[in-house]
C-alpha cells in the first residue's frame, strides 16, 4: 500500500516562491512515475508536471519556466518549485504516484494561495 504525503503550502505574494514536498510510503516509488496535478476553486483539476522514474520531466504549458519538478529516490520524495507565482496559480496541489501496474494514489492534497 502506498501513501502520500504533501506539505509546503501556503499563503505567498505573487511574483514569489514555494517548494512543495510529497513523501511517499512503500517500496516502488523508485520505478513509479510521479505528477503534481492541482485543482482551483470551481475549476476542473489540472495536470501540472510529471517526472519517469527515469527523471524525463513534462510540464503544463502555464507552468513551464516557472515550475520544477524533481525527485529524491533516497528519500522517497518528489519536490515542486514553484516560482513567479500569479494568482492563477491558487489552487490545491496533489501529488500522484503511477505504479509500474498503472494503480494510481493520490495524496491529500496541500493549498497553496497567491495574493495579488
Known amino acids: 500500500q502506498v501513501q502520500l504525503v504533501e506539505s509546503g503550502g501556503g499563503l505567498v505574494q505573487a511574483g514569489g516562491s514555494l517548494r512543495l514536498s510529497c513523501a511517499a510510503s512503500?517500496?516502488?516509488?523508485?520505478?513509479?512515475?510521479m505528477a503534481w496535478y492541482r485543482q482551483a476553486p470551481r475549476k476542473q483539476r489540472e495536470w501540472v508536471a510529471t517526472?519517469?522514474?527515469?527523471?524525463?520531466?513534462l510540464y503544463a504549458d502555464s507552468v513551464k519556466g516557472r515550475f520544477t519538478i524533481s525527485r529524491d529516490n533516497a528519500k522517497n520524495t518528489v519536490y515542486l518549485q514553484m516560482g513567479s507565482l500569479k494568482p492563477e496559480d491558487t489552487a490545491v496541489y496533489y501529488c500522484?504516484?503511477?505504479?509500474?501496474?498503472?494503480?494510481?494514489?493520490w495524496g491529500p492534497g496541500t493549498q497553496v494561495t497567491v495574493s495579488s
Open positions: 517526472i519517469t522514474s527515469s527523471i524525463n520531466t
Open positions: 512503500g517500496s516502488i516509488f523508485s520505478i513509479s512515475n
Open positions: 500522484t504516484l503511477r505504479a509500474p501496474n498503472h494503480s494510481d494514489y
